[in-house]
């Protein structure tokens, strides 16, 4: 896994805005006969999307797209969101504000420290299997609270103690612990001891996870109905990186 993994964001300029180009906003689905190749494009124009509203956000400029009644009221019988989004659940990070995006746009599931169970993935293959979302972001963010106190929790870690560290993580009933102590101890034995460094890592994990422990993602990703990134919002500039592996 490389440590330069931020991809920075500042050129996505070329995506139509919700305002702009309401039916590629409003992501309409494929349908289950599209080729991959349209899927691809599909995501690649809402996650081009997606950019464009957290610059609009980061800029202080936000549109606060597809918030009114009518929107409101066409989404009563039917919702087609384009992404669905893992996040952590940090009060700082609520997705739909920082990619500046509206209703329907996106399907939202948030955990601390973005820590996968049994329920999240089943809630991410539904949105996948059943609403038919092409990209799939998992996003995490700087000055998470969720490293920081598994960090306080397993004290040190340096590299005489990871050994030990390992058994503790292994054992641990938390599953924040268990899951956000892995990606620390993968950090370490890379090399790597910065907290910003240790939260891409856990989005990069995380993603790897999803891919290879999901049937039902795993077979999105490789008949090329999903695109999934990793991202990483700073809550000091409100800029979403763009991690890539
Ligand atoms: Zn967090």
Redesign the pocket.
Known sequence: MSTNMTDNDGSHDDSPTPTSNGSAARGETPGADCGSSEHESTANATWSRLLSGNRRFAQGQPEHPWQDAATRESLIDSQHPDAVVLS???SR?PPEIIFDQGLGDMFVVRT??EVLDSAVVSSLEFAVDVLHTSLMVVL??EH????KSTIDALGPLDDDRLDDLDRIVETSTSPIIASVGESLLESRRAGLDDTDDFERVHIARTIEHLASQSESIGSALGEGRLRLVGARYRVSDGVVEVLSF
């Open positions: 952590c659940g940090d990070v601390a420290g995490g963010h998470c609270g969720a490293i």
